[in-house]
């Protein structure tokens, strides 16, 4: 098993409290993330996005690798950041990994994230285990990107469970109405 | 041209990228294995972790302290009771979300209640206005005790009490 240095990631964290935004920012340095950006809001996120796209030397980054950030702020929550980097025509990167913080247990909210492409969610009260855990999966386990007329986001199937029913997929790998794009 | 207008429209793509963070964080290019965050890191990062617990407290005592101020505005003003519910929920949020992580749960569950009983939908007589108050009474004396975990007994009565305030005035309207 390899040891992973994190020196050259640059992490962007979006939390509106300061004590928990202090305490991810503090953590990830400690685990080794070369670069930490944080934002108060949503909105400042999406700013500050930009500025990396337009002007990286002002940003202090060329990239952000990954978005670690609440659910609940004001003005702008975690939910409409997210729906940003994944569709919006400005957005930097629309395949970036998006560790989704959320106070919420309702399953119904959890599927609202996922149908906007979320990466992972990180459940408050967390440990610092759940943080590095959460930073492997990204890093161990990246899925493929789907696009269809109504999702683009990571893979929801996550893994390849037996079926014993027949299988209604109407299109496969192979089907022409299939495009599998590498990069 | 007839080839390509007999092709289906494309309805899904996938994409499957080369694994660039994998090679950051590893070095090697086509490193195929897991990998894991130096122990000596997590250690440290769980010391710093549990050094913010040690000044938790005092932070949480400050935000007490804020639900303190809106609950007395809550009784001299009552006409403007809206807008200090709305406080009190607001950080109510932000305290059900940090009180476990740092060792207290009992500040988040009783961060929860009072989150909910400052809803949009909530009644704002002043019987809910006593119920704020036992729940900053409640949270005063986890803190000032340092209550951490479930409190072992007293937590179990402070709990308990907490509840039976909130049947009594809830019971009044």
Redesign the interface.
């Known amino acids: 098993?390899?040891?992973?240095?994190?020196d050259?990631?640059s992490v962007l964290v979006v939390e509106d409290?300061l004590?928990?935004r202090?305490?991810i920012g503090?953590?990830l340095k400690?685990?080794?993330v070369g670069r930490l950006f944080t934002c108060e809001d949503g909105g400042d996120a999406i700013n500050f996005l930009k500025l990396v796209k337009e002007d990286p030397m002002k940003a202090g980054t060329m990239s952000i690798?990954?978005i670690v950030s609440d659910w609940?702020m004001s003005p702008v929550d975690g939910m409409m950041l997210l729906r940003w980097v994944r569709r919006h025509k400005d957005s930097t990167d629309r395949?970036i990994?998006f560790i989704m913080i959320t106070?919420f247990s309702e399953s119904e909210r959890v599927a609202e994230a996922r149908e906007l492409g979320v990466t992972e969610f990180l459940s408050?009260?967390?440990?610092?285990?759940a943080?590095?855990k959460k930073?492997?999966s990204?890093?161990?386990r990246?899925r493929?990107?789907?696009?269809?007329?109504t999702y683009f986001g990571p893979?929801r199937r996550r893994q390849q469970i037996p079926f014993d029913g027949p299988d209604r997929r109407v299109?496969t790998?192979k089907s022409?109405?299939?495009?599998?794009?590498?990069? | 041209m007839a080839e390509a207008a007999d092709k289906p429209k494309v309805k899904v793509r996938f994409y499957r990228f080369h694994n660039r963070l994998k090679e950051k964080a590893a070095g090697a290019a086509g490193y195929k294995g897991t990998g894991e965050i130096p122990a000596e890191l997590l250690a440290k990062a769980e010391e710093a972790l549990e050094q913010m617990s040690e000044d938790y407290p005092d932070w949480v005592s400050k935000l007490v302290d804020r639900l303190g101020d809106q609950h007395r505005r809550c009784v001299d003003t009552p006409e403007k009771r809206r807008t200090y519910f709305e406080e009190l929920r607001s950080i109510a949020h932000d305290m059900r979300g940090q009180g476990g992580t740092f060792g207290y749960p009992l500040i988040s569950e009783m961060a929860e209640s009072l989150y909910q009983f400052t809803g949009p939908s909530s009644g704002m007589s002043d019987n809910h206005v006593e119920i704020i108050k036992a729940h900053v009474d409640a949270m005063r004396v986890v803190i000032k005790n340092r209550i951490k975990g479930d409190g072992g007994e007293m937590g179990t009565q402070l709990m308990k009490s907490l509840h039976a305030a909130i049947k009594k005035y809830e019971g009044r309207g």
């Open positions: 098993m390899a040891q992973y240095d994190l050259r990631f409290n004590f928990i202090s305490l503090n953590s400690t685990l080794g690798d990954i609940q395949f990994p106070a408050k009260p967390f440990s610092i285990e943080v590095w930073i492997i990204v890093i161990d990246p493929q990107f789907v696009h269809t007329s893979d299109l790998e022409p109405e299939v495009e599998i794009i590498h990069g």
